[in-house]
């Protein structure tokens, strides 16, 4: 079965870097796109990028570009998002999608667990 | 990419019917065919419900239904059950492998 398992929750303090891991297990890891998806306490579903394992091709939200960086590595079948100079405004939890189809579908059959990042002085 | 825009809440009582709209642009919802609806338990991770506008995955009940007209799409959720209360989200494909999701809509069973 298709499994995504995410890393443990962050600590950073604004100004800083957070790198999120996301393990893939269960499928043909490079057959997939995989989303990333941020939602601040209280609030709503962010999308932020999106990943091509097979090409390594990636594409991000406009509000994201310059701070976000998307890569994999198939021999762990592992995709990771970094987010740079956080502010207070990044804390939220982060979780990794996995798109059903080869391409921008939307249907995010399977999701990870969540990664909440906390960012605070 | 300006989130899409959903009514803050909905409720209906158990049996009845409500549907959730999600407003875009000619630039997402009105141009793609590419609307997800995501279903979200509090403290746990969405559940596609529906997507490519009318499609449901193997396992949601047909109580759940999608439908698009222009720059709307719509969620109608029929025979409401207790356990359909939760948050809502909708998606659309926004071009150039960039998305975009609705703000949420909390439906409360009553």
């Known amino acids: 079965q298709v499994q995504l398992v995410q890393s443990g929750a962050e600590v950073k303090k604004p100004g800083a870097s957070v790198k999120v891991s996301c393990k893939a297990s269960?499928?043909?890891?490079?057959?997939?796109?995989m989303h990333w998806v941020r939602q601040a306490p209280g609030q709503g579903l962010e999308w932020m990028g999106i990943?091509?394992?097979?090409?390594?091709?990636?594409s991000y939200a406009q509000k994201f570009q310059g701070r976000v960086t998307m890569t994999w590595e198939t021999s762990t079948t592992t995709v990771y998002m970094d987010l740079s100079s956080l502010r207070s405004e990044d804390t939220a939890v982060y979780f990794c999608?996995?798109?059903?189809?080869?391409?921008?579908?939307?249907?995010?059959?399977?999701w990870g667990q969540g990664t909440l990042v906390t960012v605070s002085s | 990419q300006s989130a899409l825009t959903q009514p803050p809440s909905a409720s209906g009582s158990p049996g009845q019917s409500v549907t959730i709209s999600c407003t875009g642009t000619?630039?997402?919802?009105?141009?793609?065919?590419?609307v997800s609806w995501f279903q979200q338990h509090p403290g746990k991770a969405p559940k596609v419900m529906i997507y490519?506008?009318?499609k449901r995955p193997s396992g949601v009940p047909d109580r759940f239904s999608g439908s698009k007209s222009g720059n709307t799409a719509s969620l109608t959720v029929s025979g409401l059950q207790a356990e359909d209360e939760a948050d809502y989200y909708c998606?659309?494909?926004?071009?150039?492998?960039?998305?975009?999701f609705g703000g949420g809509t909390k439906l409360t069973v009553l």
């Open positions: 999608a996995r798109d059903r189809f080869r391409f921008w579908s939307g249907y995010l059959d399977s």
């Open positions: 269960g499928y043909t890891f490079t057959n997939y796109y």
């Open positions: 990943i091509t394992p097979s090409g390594g091709s990636t």
């Open positions: 000619s630039s997402d919802i009105g141009y793609y065919n590419y």
């Open positions: 490519e506008v009318n």
């Open positions: 998606s659309s494909y926004a071009g150039s492998n960039t998305g975009v």
